[in-house]
Each structure stands twice: as C-alpha cells, then as structure tokens.
C-alpha cells in the first residue's frame, strides 16, 4: 500500500531530522567553548550528511544519516593575553561555530521535521479513511 510507505518515508526523515536538530543544538551549545590550554583546539562544529538509500523490505527509498563530521573551517581568533588558552602572541582559538548559521540550520531543521510529521498525519487520515468506506 502507497501510504505506508509514504509513512516510513516520513518517519525516516523524522529521524533524519532529528538528528540534524540535535548537532545543530549541540553545535549552539558550544559556541563558546574554548580549550583549556593553548596546545589544544577548541570545539570544532559538526556537519551531519545525508544519504538516500532505498528500503527493500518496503521498496522505498529513504533518507539516512550519512556520517556527522567535522568542520574543517579555520578556528577565528581573539586577543585575550590573560586567558589560559592564549598562545605566547596572546590570541585564544574560539570554535567555528557561526550561532546565526547554527540557528538557521535549527530553524530548516525544525519546518523540515514538521513536513514530515504533516506528511504522516496525511496518509494516516488517509487510512482511515479508506478504511471507514470498506465497513
């Protein structure tokens, strides 16, 4: 039946989804988050990828996690001299997270997530229904 797997295409991107709010929350989370010492790095803001692979037992493609990776954007820099992180020119390493970035990713995440719940409350009245007329 179509509007099963018009449901578990859904809930995978539910899932999917969930997901890409989550590293973009952590991600806000840490916006600040600086190394202890000078020798280390900062947070290093995550990327999640996605990757469409088809469910065979349903013969539906869905969407998937692909791999959360790491930004290899360069870390942006601060004078603070008296930080305990500072290098010997004083400059702190602050993480490369871009909280506006971050915020629009939660945002795209958030409609994105809600889509897929309208897309199966949809086929779920759908159902229902279909299944009201065969009584």
Not at 49 to 54: G, H, M, Q, R
Not at 87 to 100: A, C
């Amino acid at each position: 039946m179509d509007l099963i797997k018009a449901i578990k295409a859904s809930a995978a991107g539910l899932r999917a989804q969930g997901m890409r709010i989550r590293i973009s929350s952590e991600n806000l989370a840490n916006a600040n988050s600086v190394a202890a010492t000078p020798d280390q790095d900062p947070y290093r803001r995550k990327l999640v990828t996605f990757k469409n692979e088809l469910d065979r037992a349903n013969r539906v493609e869905v969407v998937k996690i692909g791999r959360v990776v790491q930004d290899r954007a360069e870390f942006a820099k601060r004078y603070d001299p008296g930080h305990p992180a500072a290098d010997r020119d004083g400059y702190v390493k602050l993480p490369n997270v871009n909280p506006l970035v971050e915020l629009t990713d939660l945002r795209e995440g958030q409609r994105s997530y809600e889509a897929n719940l309208g897309a199966i409350d949809a086929a779920k009245g759908m159902l229902a229904r279909t299944i009201e007329i065969l009584k």
